[in-house]
């Protein structure tokens, strides 16, 4: 009967012990996209893209931060430059099942980030698609360059016309989440894509997904 009493004992310190530990893990502040918006590089500009990932946050109730997607912007038609890198926050950032990704903009942006297949984890915390699986969803839009910066000043060859455009006139500059393919194995800046449209995105290893940190 001792006995009995005992493992309830446990039982009931064991259960009231797991909500603390719930409460200790650090909220979720950065994201793979799920979806993209359906219509390859045009994303509604960076308006359009933070506004992205607010909802897919919001959709997992992640919707006390200010959200903002890692996206260059070129200069023209009287909009600034924008570096990716400058759009989210200082850190540190946590994926959603609370494993740190980076502690600080320096970390991200050399190899002392953890943006890996099975972390870097979409908002739902699913893995994404990488290298090796059907379909493979590792091209990640950027626009950037390895220390998060604008890779090319114009539109048209590495924002797709700052993320207004899915035409296959126009490119993007990609990374890869699963740091898999390509001479550097980068998160954010390995190759350009075939085109802006949904087909040529997806025709490379994408899907028109980005990466959304939260900036506050």
């Given at each position: 009967m001792k006995m009995i009493k005992g493992v309830f004992v446990l039982f009931a310190l064991?259960?009231?012990a797991m909500p603390s530990?719930?409460?200790?893990?650090?909220?979720?502040t950065f994201f793979v996209t799920s979806v993209g918006s359906g219509d390859g590089g045009n994303l509604g500009g960076l308006a359009g893209a933070d506004a992205h990932c607010e909802r897919l946050?919001?959709?997992?109730?992640?919707?006390?931060?200010?959200?903002?997607?890692?996206?260059?912007?070129?200069?023209?038609?009287?909009?600034?430059?924008?570096?990716?890198?400058?759009?989210?926050?200082?850190g540190p950032w946590h994926n959603t099942k609370g494993v740190i990704i980076a502690a600080n903009l320096a970390d991200l942006h050399e190899d002392r980030n953890n943006v890996r297949k099975y972390t870097a984890l979409n908002e739902k915390g699913e893995?994404?698609?990488?290298?090796?699986?059907?379909?493979?969803?590792?091209?990640?839009?950027?626009?950037?360059?390895?220390?998060?910066?604008?890779?090319d000043s114009d539109p048209t060859v590495a924002t797709c016309n700052n993320?207004?455009?899915?035409?296959?006139?126009h490119r993007a500059m990609v990374g890869h989440h699963d740091r898999l393919g390509g001479a550097n194995a980068s998160w954010n800046a390995v190759h350009s894509s075939r085109g802006c449209s949904q087909e040529a995105l997806q025709s490379?290893?994408?899907?028109?997904?980005?990466y959304c940190f939260a900036a506050d």
């Open positions: 064991t259960a009231c530990l719930t409460q200790d893990q650090p909220p979720m946050a919001a959709s997992v109730g992640s919707d006390d931060a200010t959200w903002r997607a890692y996206l260059s912007q070129a200069p023209g038609a009287g909009r600034p430059q924008v570096d990716a890198r400058d759009r989210i926050g200082d893995e994404v698609n990488g290298r090796g699986d059907k379909p493979n969803r590792h091209d990640i839009l950027t626009g950037s360059d390895s220390t998060g910066r604008l890779v993320w207004t455009s899915s035409s296959d006139e490379s290893g994408g899907d028109g997904l980005f």
